[in-house]
């Protein structure tokens, strides 16, 4: 053991002795050199909007042989309308693509990725006229971790080519809530607002600015934002109060009031929808009671009453949904009494179309009556007119294309059946785009 430990020794110490050399030799100059030799420097590249015999996406373009190749980029095509929106990716996928998708033929006309990485994702579409109008803002987390440093929270916008979004960087403690209704952006387009987990209260970013505007701490309420204008409402659970919170136009957020209008017995829920037009928001609450809070004059001074219970024998309601003028809403059952939320919750078996004023039903949609084998998603068009239902349609020689199925509202009766045509991965859910006043 002793013979070992020489011959290591002798081996150690020439390596030794011309480190010791190097070491010594060495100038200040040559270890200023020796540093910034490991500095990497990556050259941009300039990009330009394509001209003639430019071709993009599917389109064929000739190779001349020039290098660097010219690099030539596109412009968002706008949102319309009449269009839907349908997201690529599931729960906690760090990317996710927004289709815009034309309910007439199932075109995919616009794909933007964003980078949610959140429970489910933040993400919001606007109408647009113009390439250069607000497409889709998106909560975003970008997760370098460990010695990399801490995860980036950024709210973006992405509109013109789609390669220069305007990012807001969040402070470091921001964790902004994902579930559906608990995010907004203000009609006029100007502040993100979202209840956040690290505050237990409401963050503002000025979205032109590219940074937060403020923030209020407001313990036991949220997480919803019902926003009209730039007035916020939301519930307080155990205290009975809906909150009325107003964004200045210096972003930053006041608390106006509250008023205990909740039934003693109120319990609330996971998520909520909110009808645009008429500013009214749907709540179904964990115990099957359906409430359609108006706020379009701000805080209701007397008792809310639940319209009805959307308890069924058949199974268990699971998610909702409310049109813009509410006057209909929509409410999915599963096959099972188990909580949807559950791991075992079964799977959607009808969707029931109720009258928004009283819960009473208009129309029973079977997964056979839409025309489809699994349920995916549910949304209202923007105008409210029309429902739209997404599932898989059946097999066809191992693949099952993915059906938009759309309703007339006010009736329930089919009104258009198409397939989804150019989306890259599923889409697993629909939202409806938001007009900018």
């Known amino acids: 053991m002793t013979r070992h430990r020489r011959r290591a020794a002798i081996a150690v110490a020439p390596l030794a002795a011309l480190l010791a050399v190097t070491s010594c030799s060495s100038s200040p100059d040559d270890a200023e050199e020796s540093a910034s030799s490991t500095e990497v420097t990556y050259p941009s590249v300039e990009f330009t909007a394509p001209g003639d015999g430019i071709g993009l996406g599917e389109e064929d373009q000739e190779i001349t042989g020039e290098i660097p190749e010219p690099l030539h980029v596109g412009e968002i095509?706008?949102?319309?309308?009449?269009q839907i929106l349908g997201i690529e990716g599931g729960f906690g996928k760090l990317e996710m693509t927004v289709n815009a998708i034309d309910p007439a033929t199932g075109e995919v006309t616009t794909r933007v990725t964003v980078g949610p990485g959140i429970w489910d994702p933040v993400v919001h579409g606007f109408v647009g006229d113009a390439a250069g109008d607000p497409a889709i803002i998106a909560a975003e987390v970008w997760r370098p971790r460990g010695s990399r440093g801490a995860a980036d929270f950024t709210v973006s916008t992405y509109s013109g080519n789609l390669?220069?979004?305007?990012?807001?960087?969040?402070?470091?403690?921001?964790?902004?809530?994902?579930?559906?209704?608990?995010?907004a952006v203000t009609s006029d387009g100007k502040y993100f607002v979202s209840w956040d987990d690290g505050l237990y209260g409401i963050r503002v970013v000025d979205l032109e600015a590219g940074k937060e505007s403020g923030a209020i701490r407001i313990v036991g309420c949220g997480p919803f934002t019902w926003m009209v204008g730039h007035d916020l409402y939301s519930v307080c659970e155990d205290t009975r109060e809906l909150l009325h919170v107003n964004i200045g136009d210096d972003g930053v957020p006041t608390e106006i009031g509250r008023e205990k209008v909740l039934p003693d017995d109120f319990v609330s829920a996971r998520k909520t929808t909110f009808a645009e037009e008429a500013k009214k928001a749907l709540l179904v609450s964990e115990t099957g009671d359906v409430f359609v809070f108006d706020v379009s004059d701000g805080l209701p001074t007397e008792t809310v009453e639940p319209i009805g219970n959307a308890g069924d024998p058949s199974g268990r309601f699971s998610e909702n949904v409310i049109n813009a003028d509410a006057t209909r809403l929509a409410v999915t059952y599963t096959d099972t009494i188990v909580h949807p939320d559950s791991a075992r919750g079964g799977s959607v078996a009808k969707i029931v179309v109720f009258d928004a004023a009283n819960l009473a039903p208009i129309r029973t949609l079977t997964l056979a009556d839409i025309g489809i084998e699994s349920f995916s998603s549910m949304a209202y068009s923007v105008d409210g007119k029309t429902f739209y239902v997404l599932g898989d349609g059946a097999d066809v020689d191992g693949e099952a294309p993915q059906k938009l199925v759309g309703f007339d509202a006010a009736t329930g009766a089919e009104v258009s059946s198409v397939d989804i045509d150019g989306a890259v991965t599923p889409v697993t859910?629909?939202?409806?785009?938001?007009?900018?006043?």
Do not use: F, Q, W, Y
Request: charged share 30%.
């Open 163 to 183: 390669l220069e979004p305007k990012e807001a960087v969040l402070p470091d403690v921001a964790r902004v809530h994902s579930r559906e209704g608990s995010n």
């Open 429 to 437: 859910g629909l939202i409806t785009p938001e007009v900018m006043e």
């Open 77 to 82: 095509t706008p949102i319309g309308a009449d």
